[in-house]
């Protein structure tokens, strides 16, 4: 099975990008879901989030907003790196 690789970057926690993204699962203005190209989901939480694009066709996503927390995969994303 091929791995779907992708990037989040979070700039100064008020812009988020996210690389193959296959949907927007769900969204307001203190939660973001996406689902992964491959499998996977990833959940933003913030406040004042907003969906500022989406690309379908190249997986590209994009959000502004004040980001206080990421969860990948039912875990939260720093136990993920320090695992």
């Not at 690309?55 to 927390?69: I, M, P, Q, R, W």
């Amino acid at each position: 099975m091929q791995e779907n690789k992708h990037t989040v970057i979070i700039e100064q926690r008020k812009t988020l990008s996210v690389s193959a993204v296959e949907s927007v699962v769900a969204f307001s203005e203190v939660k973001i879901v996406l689902a992964l190209l491959g499998g996977g989901k990833l959940t933003v939480v913030g406040s004042g989030l907003k969906i500022s694009g989406f690309s379908k066709a190249s997986g590209s996503f994009t959000a502004e907003g004040t980001v206080t927390g990421i969860t990948y995969g039912g875990k939260g994303f720093a136990a993920k790196i320090f695992k």
